[in-house]
Structure formats: structure tokens, C-alpha cells
Nanobody
Framework: QVQLVESGGGLVQPGGSLRLSCAAS????????MGWHRQAPGKQRELVAT???????NYADSVKGRFTISRDNAKNTVYLQMNSLKPEDTAVYYC???????????????WGQGTLVTVSS
């Protein structure tokens, strides 16, 4: 059993910052790519950022220069530092991970339960 648990969401004023965390736990053999997605009310889920096991990153154009994705492989945790937040960043943020697990050994994808980020004055 593998779980991804997000934390760090909340209410922030425009221009403010938040840092999201997502910790993976369970029968993990190896974490591959990890990422953050978001879903705003009435909209489809969209990719925000991804990071490979080696640290290569990719960002949606809408967050480039404002958001930074990072990971701590020793802690099986991925982070999303969000700066200069805008009202249009309001959404539920989900982390996901591509990983190898044991018991039996296989490759799977897992998603967290989501954390709400609200940007409003």
C-alpha cells in the first residue's frame, strides 16, 4: 500500500506565497517522476510542474518564474514553492508519483487527495 499525503494549502492574499508538500509512504522501492497538478472549479485538471528522480524540472507556462518544484529523495517528498500568487492560481492541488513498489514488484502511479489553495483578498 502506497499513499501520497499533501499539506500546506490554505488562504493567501494575491502576491503572497505558499509551500506545498507531498510525502509518499508505504512499500516503495523507487520513486520516479513526481509532479503537481491542479483543478480549478469548473475546469479540467492541469499539469503545474514535474520533476524527475534526477532533478530535471518542467513547468506550465502559467507558473514559470513564480513556482518552483523540488524533491527530497531521502524523505520521499516533493515540494511546490508558490510565489507571487494570483487569484487564478486558486485550485485544488494534487501531487502524483510514478513509482516502483514491492509486494509484488511492479510500477504504479499514485495520486494524493488534494489540498485547496485559495488566493483572495
Amino acid at each position: 500500500q502506497v499513499q501520497l499525503v499533501e499539506s500546506g494549502g490554505g488562504l493567501v492574499q494575491p502576491g503572497g506565497s505558499l509551500r506545498l508538500s507531498c510525502a509518499a509512504s508505504g512499500s516503495i522501492f523507487r520513486l520516479n517522476d513526481m509532479g503537481w497538478h491542479r483543478q480549478a472549479p469548473g475546469k479540467q485538471r492541469e499539469l503545474v510542474a514535474t520533476i524527475t528522480n534526477g532533478g530535471s524540472t518542467n513547468y506550465a507556462d502559467s507558473v514559470k518564474g513564480r513556482f518552483t518544484i523540488s524533491r527530497d529523495n531521502a524523505k520521499n517528498t516533493v515540494y511546490l514553492q508558490m510565489n507571487s500568487l494570483k487569484p487564478e492560481d486558486t485550485a485544488v492541488y494534487y501531487c502524483n508519483a510514478d513509482l516502483w513498489i514491492v509486494g509484488p514488484y511492479r510500477r504504479v502511479e499514485r495520486w494524493g487527495q488534494g489540498t485547496l489553495v485559495t488566493v483572495s483578498s
